[in-house]
């Protein structure tokens, strides 16, 4: 059930906000003139094109964000069964090879922080 | 076969229902945001549409469905339309999955106070929130306005920051409670606080046993987390008025900006949500265990289906409490705490509450590890 539930709430949600786009557009009225047509800018003609020039520093916090993503949720298994592990005596083994890999993750962060990929201006 | 319709039937009505349940809060939400704001800042806010303003919203709708439409020259339309619509899905599926009550069960039916039951209801609830993501990058490419995609961009890389602190903070609660079903994590909030430490049973009856008591590190960074999240202030820098006039909504006006709004307030209340399910006991009453409510329901009423019943109800209004307890602090943070700067938020997110998040997994692991062995 819970992924026709998933699919049935998202066509849902999707042809409930259509239909109230869809009705608002109908019932206002409609006017055209080019000067409202125009993006926004603070009152002056837009004097750049819409492709504007964006910092790189965007992009690498993307890239950084799916390394670490990734490396965090490997470590949600590892949290529901570790309680298990400690019944049945091999706790200790467990909490140390996930320290391990902590211990690269925080290398990571380090290293990050040290070669500047963090700092904004 | 016939069964089978009827299932299908009452769970996609409940679905629905929970749908609106999240759209018909929004304008509850948005008076007492403006009321509480009046109220902080000394003003009256809106009085004059229906008793206390409560009208108030009302009429904004109506004046919302007749505004003119609208789309810039240099828009994409599938883009621009595309993207108030997708603002509602990400909220509303993360909703649908958290437990608002206890199970009714109605003979021998279970009726679950809930959208859908998830058995890794976290990493659903996650997966499902970090689209929102999707719909602001799209708002902010469509409008065709270097401040729209200025704003998104902001905001997305705000958003994927603070949710490393989020996805890590979580990951002690679930040591804690060693699954990621929703339910189980509630189920092991009730009664009394207690636990083994080193071989002593330690009880302390006067507390609940929440979350917060065992993660309160966790439960910290979880909510601080939860406000960048759903670009709240103090982290709200993708609308930063000053520079950015309105963010990746700068373009939007109507109705499209109406369901933004649904999708923000329901990223709140997501949010919120989730705070009191992992460190707040979810629908559990303090002081209060689900076996004692039950015996006290049964004394009350005459069957065991309207007892059932009643249980239910007062737990959704138990959870229904605690979430306005918690949308009402998100407004009177909104309104006491001044803006970050960008180069503060980025910096308070990854080299902040990242190792804070971290060292709080590393001490429950340890801790735990200790307290059993």
Known sequence: ?121 | MGNDIFEITVNCVKLIIVFLLMVQAVPVLVWLERRGSAFIQNRFGPNRVGPLGLLQLLADAVKFLFKEEFIPEHGIRFLYYGAPVMALVPATLAFAAIPLGYPLQWDSYIFRIQGFEVNVGIVYVLGASSLAVYSILMAGFGSGNKYSLMGALRATAQVVSYELALGLAIVGAILLYGTFNLTEMVAAQQGSLQFAFMGHAVNLSWLPNWGIFYQPLGAVIFFAATFAESNRLPFDLAEGEAELVAGFHTEYGGFKMLLFFIGEYGHMMVGSALMIVFYLGGYGIPGVTIPELQQWAAGVTSSANAASALVSLITFVSFTVKLAVFMWIFIQVRWTLPRFRYDQLMELGWKTMLPWALGNTILTAIVLYIAKA
């Open chain 1, 1 to 121: 059930m819970p992924l026709g539930g998933v699919l049935f709430i998202t066509i849902f949600v999707i042809i409930f906000g259509c239909f109230l786009l869809f009705v608002a557009s109908k019932l206002g009225k409609r006017s055209y003139d080019p000067v409202k047509q125009q993006t926004y800018e603070c009152g002056i003609p837009a004097q750049e094109k819409k492709d504007t020039k964006i910092s790189v520093k965007f992009y690498l916090t993307a890239i950084l964000f799916i390394v670490f993503d990734i490396e965090i949720i490997f470590m949600y298994p590892w949290a529901t069964t570790f309680r298990d592990f400690i019944s049945s005596g091999q706790g200790l083994f467990v909490l140390i090879s996930m320290m391990a890999f902590i211990l690269v993750f925080i290398f990571g962060l380090f290293w990050e922080v040290k070669s500047k990929a963090l700092d904004w201006e």
